[in-house]
């Protein structure tokens, strides 16, 4: 690899990736960037005025969050999930969510339903601002914030990487489309508070059910201006 050794200093690259990936992921989240869409390592590179190496770093980045596909020989594009893959991946969130939503009621503080509650007001806040991105990231964080309250690392790391899929999935879908109902994440705050297992976990399981029944299947066309997508003016 000749020209990596050219490549910029490590750190500096790093910062350049990281600012490949968020391009990318606000690009999503606003529907300047669509499902299938080729991320074309030279033109981006050209674009960020980047290495080569720095543009793969983030191709791999994004690969890992289940946004991109790495294609050998045939480059990297956006991922493009099938009506099979959101089924199974809101269906793998709702059994896990279900049964952990049923335990945490079991052993959930008063300061931990204070925070709960905290959080859902500022998802209400982002909703009603407009903050689109910022929104999004608050309702995949509720979720992240449970398992943590929930208390097996290995629990929340699985969850972690399924809330992101899922975010991703969502923001292929028009920024107008409302994934989780507030009002539910409140009516599971409340089940939670009232020590109510059972109902914390129909009302968990439902809740990912739902949002999966919103989602339809998207009618990609490729984004043609790359540059215009993620180096909006
Ligand atoms: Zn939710």
């Known amino acids: 690899m000749p020209a990596d050794t050219l490549a910029p200093r490590p750190l500096q690259a790093a910062l350049v990736s990281a600012k490949i990936v968020d391009a990318v992921l606000e690009a999503l989240a606003h529907g300047r960037l669509t499902a299938g869409t080729r991320l074309r390592e ?5 674009i960020f005025g980047a290495s080569r190496a720095a543009v793969r770093d983030a191709l791999k980045a994004l690969a890992e969050r289940g946004v991109a596909v790495l294609q050998p020989n045939r ?18 969130r709702a059994l896990i969510e279900g049964a952990m939503a049923a335990d945490l009621a079991q052993h959930i503080t008063a300061a931990d339903i204070r925070k709960l509650r905290e959080h859902v007001g500022a998802q209400r806040r982002t909703n009603d601002s407009g903050e689109r991105r910022e929104h999004l990231r608050l309702m995949g964080d509720f979720h992240t914030l ?17 809330v992101a899929r899922t975010s991703f999935m969502t923001a292929l879908f028009p920024p107008q489309t409302q994934i989780c109902a507030i009002d539910d994440h409140v009516a599971l705050v409340d089940a939670l508070a009232k020590g109510d297992g059972a109902l914390a976990q129909r009302l968990a399981s439902k809740h990912m059910m739902d949002n999966r029944a919103r989602l339809r299947a998207a009618v990609s066309v490729p984004t043609a201006d790359l540059r215009a997508a993620l180096l909006p003016s």
């Not at 480059?75 to 793998?92: F, L």
């Not at 449970?146 to 399924?162: C, D, F, I, S, W």
């Open 42 to 46: 030279e033109e981006i590179a050209g």
């Open 75 to 92: 480059g990297a594009r956006v991922a493009s999930p099938t009506e099979d893959e959101v089924t199974q991946t809101y269906a793998a």
């Open 146 to 162: 449970l398992a943590m309250l929930h208390g097996n690392p290995v629990v929340t790391e699985t969850l972690e990487r399924l």
